[in-house]
């Protein structure tokens, strides 16, 4: 279970430098990470190259195990308020399409993304003198899990309702692409659910973690090798997305929170 935690950590830890490199080429955040509404801001590229650095350094934290406890809290934090006060105001502010839960895509992968930086502090004890910030920010721990479930049972519904889109994501060589597509719907369904409620919950969650995992090679590699440029690099950033999201299932799975079961 140990090794399953780590590799999940090196995972997310990857996930989140490769997003911070990622904007650099372009001068502009990845709307996973911020919505566009600084499209016309003069200092953009100043701002975006600031949280590139950043969010480099956060990575290579957690990867390096440098202060990973204390940057993964203050980095779930930062994730938290940003789902709060910029993309979940952007979609009902500027997004006509609001209503429709296809359009969430980015607010609920940044919601995996805070879960996954929660999933890394509780790896650690907490330290003897931490101060008031990081001990709220502890109370989010236990939530490492449910938040990414929320977000996998929300797509696979979007798998539902939205066939036709998902079908065309699927590789051309594999065969009956419409079963596939309400398969992984009832898979991510399933999964969620029964890690919210606690049910075989490691065995759900090493079968969450290694079906995303074969979808990073299986889907969004190639699809990346094909486009690596549409749309600022989008497939790229799905490549990256979908490795950290396995280690999220990894750490969950092994007990990213095992130093409070043994205390």
């Not at 975006?48 to 195990?65: K, N, P, Q, V, W």
């Not at 930086?117 to 721990?141: M, R, S, T």
Request: hydrophobic share 55%.
């Amino acid at each position: 279970m140990e090794t399953l935690a780590k590799t999940g950590r090196i995972f997310y830890g990857t996930m989140i430098a490769c997003l911070g490199a990622q904007q650099i080429p372009y001068a502009d955040f990845r709307p996973v990470i911020f919505p566009p509404w600084l499209a016309t801001m003069p200092d953009l590229a100043a701002l975006a190259y600031l949280s590139s650095a950043l969010l480099i350094l956060c990575g290579l934290a957690i990867i390096f195990e440098k202060k990973a406890r204390e940057v993964s809290l203050v980095l779930g934090g930062v994730f938290l308020l940003l789902i709060l006060f910029a993309q979940v105001p952007f979609e009902l502010i500027k997004d006509p399409y609001y209503k429709h839960l296809g359009v969430w895509i980015n607010p609920l992968k940044e919601l995996v993304f805070a879960d996954g930086a929660f999933a890394v502090a509780g790896i650690y004890p907490p330290g003897n003198k931490e101060g008031k910030l990081l001990q709220v920010l502890d109370k989010f721990i236990p939530l490492a899990g449910t938040f990414m479930s929320i977000t996998m049972i929300l797509f696979g519904v979007d798998h539902f309702l939205y066939v036709d889109f998902v079908v065309k994501l699927m590789p051309a060589w594999m065969p009956g692409p419409v079963f596939w597509t309400y398969f992984a719907g009832v898979a991510l369904i399933s999964s969620g659910i029964t890690i919210i409620l606690k049910i075989k919950l490691k065995l759900s969650a090493i079968l969450l973690g290694v079906t995303i995992f074969l979808w990073f090679i299986l889907l969004h590699i190639p699809r990346a090798i094909a486009d690596p440029y549409g749309a600022q690099g989008n497939e790229l950033t799905s490549v990256f997305e979908a490795l950290g999201f396995s280690g999220i299932a990894f750490m969950v799975a092994g007990g990213y929170n095992s130093w409070k079961q043994t205390k």
